[in-house]
């Protein structure tokens, strides 16, 4: 399953302050309305805002795009099926609930219930097609300081996964504002309510690169894990210490940047170890350190992240960043691209084409630019 998804994520800290043109306010569509969520066209990009107790989030969502939502679904319980049958497993998804369910948060099970009443799907599907990311592993890397233009700040990232499926047609940015927690964005897809990259309104942003360990799920799911982080850390140290003091499963590393400072950590985390790797830090698994700088990945992908910093050193940009993440950076099944500015609250995202195209990866495609401040103040008065 390891190979089905590789996952690359830049963080880049850089300032403040955003280009001009990146600045202008977008157009948008109000699509549907449920309740106090919304369904939006973004200059052409599909954005939920969801809003309230979490179970009302989730009806929120099922609502909205219950089509989308089973359709999703299906290609992710077909995907986990034929991946047991190759791997002469029977229904993985099934062990990994048994197995993490009383580490997930019951807010997360409201919201999941929400989803399947508003979908009018049955319980155990959403729950189990939300347990789908538990079995896949990633990579990633972050940037601050020297290496970056005027002290701006950046995160990216390249989710690399099977195309041919179809993932891309449900791709969704979704906004969460949960009662009594932080309010954040996440990048995934319809009908999935956890997050393996996002950032929060108090400039957190998270992304995750996997291991080994596969079937060591007795733990709270990688996703939910990242979400509670995101809902719940204002500060890079709450951040860390919540990973720390949280049952874990399998093996993953994860970078932790915060826009106030800036700075970041990255995380090398098992189900029984905890590890922290700070800026500049050499490691034997990442042997080429550059300064003022947190690389996590592998092979020549890591090699080739290495070299693209220290060709761009000092000068990289938003940009330059978008640059930075495209082939071999990322692989040939790119899916889709994500950068964000934490210290501003701007990202940019890209999703893939139609994989019978040329050049279909996420990262040749277009970057939609969202701030998240301003969709966190959306009302369909503002139309």
Same mark, same amino acid.
């Given at each position: 399953?390891?190979?089905?998804?590789?996952?690359?994520?830049?963080?880049? $800290?850089?300032?403040?302050?955003?280009?001009?043109? %990146?600045? /202008? *306010?977008? #157009?948008?569509? !109000? =699509?549907?309305?449920?309740?106090?969520?919304?369904?939006?066209?973004?200059?052409?990009?599909?954005?939920?805002?969801?809003?309230?107790?979490?179970?009302?989030?989730?009806?929120?969502?099922?609502?909205?795009?219950?089509?989308?939502?089973?359709?999703?679904?299906?290609?992710?319980?077909?995907?986990?099926?034929?991946?047991?049958?190759?791997?002469?497993?029977?229904?993985?998804?099934?062990?990994?609930?048994?197995?993490?369910?009383?580490?997930?948060?019951?807010?997360?099970?409201?919201?999941?219930?929400?989803?399947?009443?508003?979908?009018?799907?049955?319980?155990?599907?959403?729950?189990?097609?939300?347990?789908?990311?538990?079995?896949?592993?990633?990579?990633? $890397?972050?940037?601050?300081?020297?290496?970056?233009? %005027?002290? /701006? *700040?950046? #995160?990216?990232? !390249? =989710?690399?996964?099977?195309?041919?499926?179809?993932?891309?047609?449900?791709?969704?940015?979704?906004?969460?504002?949960?009662?009594?927690?932080?309010?954040?964005?996440?990048?995934?897809?319809?009908?999935?309510?956890?997050?393996?990259?996002?950032?929060?309104?108090?400039?957190?942003?998270?992304?995750?690169?996997?291991?080994?360990?596969?079937?060591?799920?007795?733990?709270?799911?990688?996703?939910?894990?990242?979400?509670?982080?995101?809902?719940?850390?204002?500060?890079?140290?709450?951040?860390?210490?919540?990973?720390?003091?949280?049952?874990?499963?399998?093996?993953?590393?994860?970078?932790?940047?915060?826009?106030?400072?800036?700075?970041?950590?990255?995380?090398?985390?098992?189900?029984?170890?905890?590890?922290?790797?700070?800026?500049?830090?050499?490691?034997?698994?990442?042997?080429?350190?550059?300064?003022?700088?947190?690389?996590?990945?592998?092979?020549?992908?890591?090699?080739?992240?290495?070299?693209?910093?220290?060709?761009?050193?000092?000068?990289?940009?938003?940009?330059?960043?978008?640059?930075?993440?495209?082939?071999?950076?990322?692989?040939?099944?790119?899916?889709?691209?994500?950068?964000?500015?934490?210290?501003?609250?701007?990202?940019?995202?890209?999703?893939?084409?139609?994989?019978?195209?040329?050049?279909?990866?996420?990262?040749?495609?277009?970057?939609?630019?969202?701030?998240?401040?301003?969709?966190?103040?959306?009302?369909?008065?503002?139309?």
């Amino acid at each position: 399953m390891r190979k089905l998804l590789q996952v690359s994520v830049l963080f880049l $800290f850089l300032a403040t302050n955003v280009l001009a043109e %990146n600045s /202008q *306010l977008p #157009h948008i569509k !109000v =699509l549907a309305k449920e309740g106090k969520g919304y369904l939006l066209d973004v200059d052409g990009g599909l954005v939920l805002i969801v809003r309230g107790t979490f179970y009302e989030m989730g009806y929120q969502h099922g609502k909205l795009l219950a089509k989308d939502i089973n359709e999703m679904h299906k290609i992710v319980l077909n995907t986990a099926f034929i991946a047991d049958i190759a791997k002469q497993k029977v229904n993985s998804l099934g062990k990994a609930l048994q197995m993490s369910e009383k580490y997930i948060p019951a807010r997360y099970e409201e919201e999941m219930k929400g989803m399947a009443d508003g979908a009018h799907l049955p319980f155990e599907q959403v729950r189990a097609a939300n347990i789908f990311p538990e079995q896949f592993h990633c990579s990633g $890397f972050a940037l601050f300081g020297k290496a970056t233009k %005027n002290g /701006q *700040l950046l #995160h990216g990232r !390249v =989710l690399d996964y099977i195309t041919e499926i179809g993932l891309q047609r449900h791709a969704l940015l979704t906004v969460c504002q949960p009662e009594g927690f932080n309010s954040f964005v996440t990048v995934g897809f319809s009908g999935f309510i956890g997050s393996v990259t996002g950032m929060n309104n108090k400039q957190i942003a998270i992304g995750e690169m996997g291991g080994k360990g596969e079937g060591q799920w007795e733990g709270m799911p990688m996703s939910f894990l990242v979400r509670k982080t995101l809902e719940e850390a204002n500060s890079l140290q709450q951040a860390v210490d919540i990973f720390k003091n949280t049952p874990r499963t399998c093996e993953y590393y994860y970078v932790i940047s915060d826009g106030k400072i800036p700075d970041a950590r990255g995380l090398a985390c098992t189900p029984k170890t905890f590890d922290i790797v700070e800026p500049n830090q050499f490691n034997a698994k990442l042997n080429k350190p550059v300064v003022d700088a947190l690389l996590l990945s592998v092979g020549k992908r890591y090699d080739e992240l290495v070299t693209r910093v220290k060709n761009n050193y000092g000068t990289i940009d938003d940009k330059i960043a978008m640059e930075m993440m495209t082939r071999p950076v990322a692989m040939k099944s790119n899916l889709h691209d994500a950068l964000f500015a934490p210290s501003s609250l701007q990202l940019w995202v890209a999703n893939a084409a139609d994989p019978n195209n040329g050049k279909y990866q996420a990262c040749y495609q277009k970057y939609y630019h969202y701030d998240l401040k301003e969709l966190l103040n959306f009302t369909d008065k503002d139309q």
